[in-house]
């Protein structure tokens, strides 16, 4: 059995920006209910869900993209994830400064993965053309982050 003190820990030093699994409830009720028995893990074909702090599942994009296949939410057990018929998640891709378009070397790796279009290139005078991101298309797949050369996208909840 989870220590209960020690559930409420991790949830509180968890930041609600990191993404934990398309469709799931709040981070509050995860934590405390999931028991960490790995079925969503198994299930993901992509691959992409890993053992996170305090062993409870999480995406890593760094390992591919999220399909929302949604056979995590139908493997888990517990009553821990939405209908799939919703909105999987509020999650949006960000560009930081490492961006290496920022720094003049042309680039556009993470537009060429991007199926919904969500990052087009702007041609600037006297720059490579700089990604621009838009938010409202972005599904928050992650498809974009391995694919990036210079590490400069995070996935992050708006
Ligand atoms: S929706 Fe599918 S691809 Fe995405 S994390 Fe769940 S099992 Fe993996
Ligand atoms: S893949 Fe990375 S480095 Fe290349 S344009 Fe996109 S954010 Fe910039
Ligand atoms: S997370 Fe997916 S939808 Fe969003 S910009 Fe990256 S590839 Fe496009």
Redesign the pocket.
């Known amino acids: 059995m989870f220590d209960r003190g020690r559930r409420s820990l991790l949830s509180r030093r968890r930041t609600p920006s990191i993404p934990r699994m398309p469709w799931v409830v709040d981070e509050e009720t995860f934590v405390d209910q999931c028991t960490r028995c790995n079925k969503c893990q198994s299930a993901c074909e992509e691959n992409i869900i890993i053992k996170g702090d305090g062993g409870f599942p999480t995406v890593d994009f760094n390992r591919g993209e999220c399909t929302f296949c949604g056979d995590c939410a139908e493997a888990c057990p517990e009553p821990l994830f939405r209908p799939t018929t919703e909105t999987a998640w509020d999650v949006k891709a960000q ?2 400064q ?5 720094h003049n ?1 042309e ?5 060429d ?1 991007c199926e919904v279009m969500a ?1 087009r ?1 702007q041609l600037q005078p006297g720059r490579v053309a ?2 621009q991101l838009e938010s409202d298309v972005c599904n928050g797949c992650g498809a ?1 982050v391995a ?7 995070t996935m992050v909840t708006s």
Do not use: D, H, K, Y
Not at 147 to 153: E, F, K, N, Q, W
């Open positions: 560009i930081n490492q961006c290496l378009a920022q070397v680039c556009r790796s993470c537009g993965m990052i290139f700089q990604p974009c694919t990036c050369p210079s590490s400069a996208i």
